[in-house]
């Protein structure tokens, strides 16, 4: 009987590879390096990294605190003003016809403005503090003019859709239409 050893393959050459990094290839000296990145910690071994650590960050002052609070709050405030012009344009395109897609965005167009302005104390509790509580009033008051603005965008388009009852006719039962005077007929051209 012969002696049957079992056939290894060798390894695939990304093992190897992972196994033995290739040299480190250092960078043109025109290159400056990204900062809070040192190409000295890189190029020595993996073994003896010397990182120097950066000093750790300082607390804010409840001063800037209250900057950077009322600073998010008028992101938030000016929020709806930055959706105004896109809603405006899927208004238009929706057409004055009654249609699911039209009435939808009609819809829309209530029920977010509404719901913000319902929600405003809790959009800017988060902001709020004893210190900067006159300013995120102002904050509110704008983003509550936003919001009216939203709902005007919707009550413009009910009123193209000839939704609002805003003719004489409208209101009064016995009102009836006008009758033109002439009537024009267009010529037919041979």
Do not use: C
Request: charged share 20%; glycine share 4%.
């Amino acid at each position: 009987m012969t002696d049957l050893k079992p056939v290894v393959d060798p390894a695939p050459r990304w093992v190897t590879d992972l196994a033995n990094p290739p040299p480190y290839k250092s960078k043109p000296a025109s290159i400056p390096d990204p900062p809070g990145y040192s190409s000295q910690a890189v190029s020595g071994s993996s073994k003896k990294k010397d990182v120097s650590r950066p000093a750790p960050r300082e607390q804010p002052s409840p001063e800037k605190m209250d900057q950077l609070k009322l600073k998010k709050a008028w992101e938030v405030a000016l929020a709806p003003a930055k959706n105004l012009p896109m809603t405006l344009i899927m208004m238009y395109m929706s057409g004055n016809s009654l249609q699911i897609f039209s009435i939808m965005m009609v819809f829309m167009a209530f029920k977010n403005p509404i719901m913000g302005l319902l929600s405003t104390n809790q959009a800017f509790e988060r902001f709020e503090t004893d210190s900067n509580r006159g300013s995120i009033l102002q904050v509110k008051a704008a983003y509550v003019l936003m919001q009216v603005l939203a709902l005007a965008v919707g009550v413009w388009k009910i009123n193209s859709m000839g939704l609002l009852p805003t003719t004489r006719s409208d209101w009064l039962a016995w009102e009836v239409r006008r009758e033109p005077l002439e009537h024009a007929v267009p010529a037919l051209s041979l």
